[in-house]
């Protein structure tokens, strides 16, 4: 990384973010715990992902049924998602102090909390189009109970929508504070996760609505 | 993202251009899931997704500026999940007679 494409953070003696003051080879604690956190959550949807691959493996008409899930919802939702990874880290950038050293706390807060809107505003979006996707499958008879295919279609996607919830409602929390101008160090345990929710639909895409005109994925 | 403590700083055209490779990347894998039927081009319908998810977990969650342990967290994970697969092996094979 070059100097001059990054700039570093100037420690105030004053600082509202006690973690920037924090020195050595030891992440923050809020930094620490959710990485610990994603630590659990990898072995959950990596136990999911791999359980699905072994039986898909070894089901090669689950590409059929594959093709019955709406692609097109599947590519926007990756869309909306990997632009509202774009805010996030935007969001993180204004409020640590990037974009400009002389900017002061009230106005990284704004910037904060006018991305972080719109990052809100795509996560609902996305639950409003997994809904719709929800609702066409069901009434076309693709339930959880069909079929095995389904039954991990289900279970996977709704699981991470759970995620994306949760997101959405720390997210919302995070604004919040934000508009108070407090707790600007939030951006970062939230922007961890909110990532990381990303990276699961990254995976969860391909393995669900891709390779689905046949062939073993 | 973090070093050492303190927060560093990419410019936010930096980020942009992160974004549009992964468009790019997206736009990529889906021809290639929806014509492809080959082992090929679901190799790289995979080498595709895992390099998205290495470059937002590298320039967006700033894993590479956080202590090394904190990937370490991660890799345990990831031996959960081969140990899973190592684990269920045997009943596959119990199941259809081979993996």
Same mark, same amino acid.
């Given at each position: $990384?070059?100097? @001059?494409?990054? @700039?570093?953070?100037?420690?105030?003696?004053?600082?509202? +973010?006690? &973690?920037?003051?924090?020195?050595?080879? +030891?992440?923050?604690?809020?930094?620490?715990?959710?990485?610990?956190?994603?630590?659990?959550?990898?072995?959950?949807?990596?136990?999911?992902?791999?359980?699905?691959?072994?039986?898909?493996?070894? +089901?090669?008409?689950?590409?059929?049924?594959?093709?019955?899930?709406?692609?097109?919802?599947?590519?926007?939702?990756?869309?909306?998602?990997?632009?509202?990874?774009?805010?996030? /880290?935007?969001? +993180?950038?204004?409020?640590?102090?990037?974009?400009? @050293?002389?900017?002061?706390?009230?106005?990284?807060?704004?910037?904060? @909390?006018?991305?972080?809107?719109? #990052?809100?505003?795509?996560?609902?979006?996305?639950?409003?189009?997994?809904?719709?996707?929800?609702?066409?499958?069901?009434?076309?008879?693709?339930?959880?109970?069909?079929?095995?295919?389904?039954?991990?279609?289900?279970?996977?996607?709704?699981?991470?929508?759970?995620?994306?919830?949760?997101? %959405?409602?720390?997210?919302?929390?995070?604004? #919040?504070?934000? =508009?108070?101008?407090?707790?600007?160090?939030?951006?970062?345990?939230?922007?961890?996760?909110?990532? !990381?929710?990303?990276?699961?639909?990254?995976?969860?895409?391909?393995?669900?609505?891709?390779?689905?005109?046949?062939?073993?994925? | $993202?973090?070093?050492?403590?303190?927060?560093?700083?990419?410019?936010?055209? !930096?980020?942009?251009?992160?974004? #549009?490779? =992964?468009?790019? $990347?997206?736009?990529?894998?889906?021809?290639?899931?929806?014509?492809?039927?080959?082992?090929?081009?679901?190799?790289?319908?995979?080498?595709?997704?895992?390099?998205?998810? &290495?470059?937002?977990? /590298? &320039?967006?969650?700033?894993?590479?500026?956080?202590?090394? &342990? %904190?990937?370490?967290?991660?890799?345990?994970? !990831?031996?959960?999940?081969?140990?899973?697969?190592?684990?269920?092996?045997?009943? $596959?094979?119990?199941?259809?007679?081979?993996?």
């Amino acid at each position: $990384m070059s100097s @001059a494409s990054v @700039a570093t953070l100037s420690l105030e003696p004053n600082s509202s +973010h006690p &973690y920037e003051q924090t020195s050595g080879r +030891h992440s923050p604690i809020h930094r620490l715990g959710m990485w610990w956190f994603l630590g659990s959550e990898v072995a959950v949807f990596g136990g999911l992902i791999v359980t699905y691959l072994l039986f898909r493996w070894r +089901h090669p008409e689950w590409a059929v049924q594959a093709s019955h899930t709406l692609t097109w919802v599947g590519i926007t939702n990756t869309v909306i998602l990997l632009t509202s990874s774009l805010l996030m /880290v935007l969001v +993180h950038h204004y409020t640590m102090g990037g974009g400009g @050293a002389g900017r002061s706390l009230e106005e990284r807060a704004r910037l904060g @909390a006018r991305y972080m809107f719109f #990052v809100i505003l795509l996560g609902i979006t996305f639950l409003g189009f997994k809904s719709y996707e929800y609702t066409h499958e069901i009434h076309a008879g693709y339930t959880p109970a069909r079929s095995l295919f389904w039954g991990f279609y289900f279970l996977m996607t709704g699981l991470h929508g759970l995620h994306v919830i949760g997101g %959405i409602i720390a997210n919302g929390i995070g604004w #919040v504070g934000f =508009l108070k101008k407090r707790d600007l160090q939030r951006s970062e345990p939230l922007g961890i996760y909110w990532h !990381f929710v990303d990276v699961i639909w990254i995976y969860l895409f391909p393995l669900l609505y891709l390779g689905s005109s046949g062939g073993t994925p | $993202m973090s070093v050492a403590g303190q927060s560093v700083h990419h410019k936010t055209s !930096f980020y942009i251009i992160i974004w #549009v490779a =992964l468009l790019l $990347m997206l736009g990529m894998s889906i021809p290639l899931g929806i014509e492809g039927h080959s082992t090929l081009a679901t190799a790289l319908i995979f080498s595709i997704a895992t390099l998205k998810a &290495y470059l937002v977990l /590298v &320039y967006y969650m700033g894993l590479s500026y956080e202590p090394r &342990y %904190i990937a370490g967290i991660l890799i345990v994970g !990831f031996l959960f999940v081969a140990i899973l697969f190592v684990a269920l092996i045997p009943d $596959m094979v119990h199941i259809y007679g081979r993996i």
